[in-house]
């Protein structure tokens, strides 16, 4: 048990213990709660931390752009894959916060690498 009297204490982590407890609180099956009870911390501080590093991180990479997003209708794709004389399969790609990607197989690997980029920062 702590108990703290007079003047509520403020701690002061560093850069290398803020991103230790970032990635143990990114790992998979794993909630930023627990994490924080963990280091006795409010989890409001750990979301607090990523949203802070992401700034740090994107400042510091000039590569980072938005790439154009439309929907195709099924027929519209059959259509382009016979055209093209080919046949490209589909494949799902997990990512790490839990979401997916659904795109086709011969995707370019600079635009896969942006999407995956993209799609774990939002």
Not at 5 to 34: C, F, M, V, Y
Not at 101 to 113: K, N, W
Request: charged letters at 40%; aromatic letters at 4%; a neutral charge.
């Amino acid at each position: 048990m702590e108990i703290i009297t007079g003047r509520e204490r403020r701690r002061r982590w560093s850069d290398e213990d803020k991103l230790r407890i970032l990635e143990e609180a990114s790992a998979p099956q794993t909630s930023a709660a627990a994490v924080a009870r963990r280091h006795d911390l409010l989890p409001q501080q750990i979301y607090t931390w990523r949203r802070q590093f992401r700034v740090i991180e994107q400042a510091g990479d000039e590569s980072v752009s938005f790439l154009p997003v439309g929907l195709i209708e099924e027929e519209d794709i059959a259509r382009r894959r016979k055209a093209r004389g080919r046949r490209s399969g589909r494949i799902e790609v997990k990512l790490v916060n839990g979401r997916a990607l659904c795109i086709d197989a011969d995707i370019d690997d600079d635009i896969l690498s942006r999407l995956i980029r993209v799609v774990e920062e939002a």
